[in-house]
């Protein structure tokens, strides 16, 4: 069935690091793929989104690249701030009426 | 604010009491959506309502009882719950159910003792 591997975590960097978190899925179409973000105590937001191959995402500095030969959609951020500590889920929609999260990487940005 | 509203925010029941959780979206969306979450697990998904009609199933215990009586209101009811049925349950909501984004509440955190 359809899956979505996501790096272990906690993330942990230093205000203004590089970022990447590693998504790679299993789908057996031709899925659409979102990054979502979950800040302490609320909700799931969507980050960003990509539908097709080679599609790329982009909001609030963080940009995803939909890699099909890869089967990856790994997320990242050029600068991140302490703002950015959350946890990060990469989901899948293979054209069913459900969602398909991975287990969340927790990212941990320090001053 | 994200369209998507559940009630309680928290709550702490016995193993024998009967509570229900609450969601309801503000978006128009058609397809509503109940999910588990527990720590260092993915998101479960339990129930998928799509206009009005339930879709989805995941093979979840009937202690727990989804009703959707219209497009905007979704409820969970929960009974004789375990202590392992802790987790935080969060609604969702989408317009159209293929391919497309969901939008979350802030989730219930549930505490069974």
């Known amino acids: 069935g359809d899956s979505v591997t996501q790096m272990e975590g906690p993330v942990t960097l230093s205000e203004e690091a590089f970022l990447t978190i590693n998504c790679t899925y299993t789908?057996?179409?031709?899925?659409?793929l979102f990054w979502y973000v979950q800040y302490p105590g609320e909700g799931l937001q969507l980050l960003l989104k990509?539908?097709?191959?080679?599609d790329k995402g982009s909001n609030k500095g963080f940009e995803a690249t939909y890699r099909k030969e890869t089967t990856s959609f790994h997320l990242e951020k050029g600068s991140v701030q302490v703002s950015d500590s959350a946890v990060y889920f990469c989901?899948?929609?293979?054209?069913?009426?459900?969602?398909?999260f991975g287990t969340g990487t927790r990212l941990q940005v320090f001053p | 604010e994200t369209g998507v509203t559940q009630t309680p925010r928290h709550l702490v029941m016995g193993m024998t009491n009967k509570k229900s959780l609450k969601c309801e979206q503000h978006?128009?969306?058609?397809?509503m959506y109940w999910y588990k979450q527990s720590a260092k697990k993915p998101l479960e998904l339990m129930f998928v309502?799509?206009?009005?009609?339930?879709?989805e199933n995941n093979s979840v215990p009937s202690r727990f009882s989804p009703e959707c009586p219209n497009s905007s209101h979704l409820f969970l009811h929960l009974h004789t719950l375990q202590p392992e049925d802790s987790a935080l349950y969060l609604c969702?909501?989408?317009?159209?159910?293929?391919?497309?984004?969901?939008?979350f509440g802030q989730g219930t955190r549930l505490t069974v003792v």
């Open positions: 990509a539908t097709k191959a080679d």
């Open positions: 309502y799509s206009l009005e009609e339930r879709v």
């Open positions: 978006l128009g969306h058609n397809a």
């Open positions: 789908a057996t179409g031709y899925p659409s």
């Open positions: 969702a909501s989408s317009q159209g159910h293929l391919n497309t984004e969901a939008f």
């Open positions: 989901a899948l929609n293979d054209n069913t009426d459900k969602l398909i």
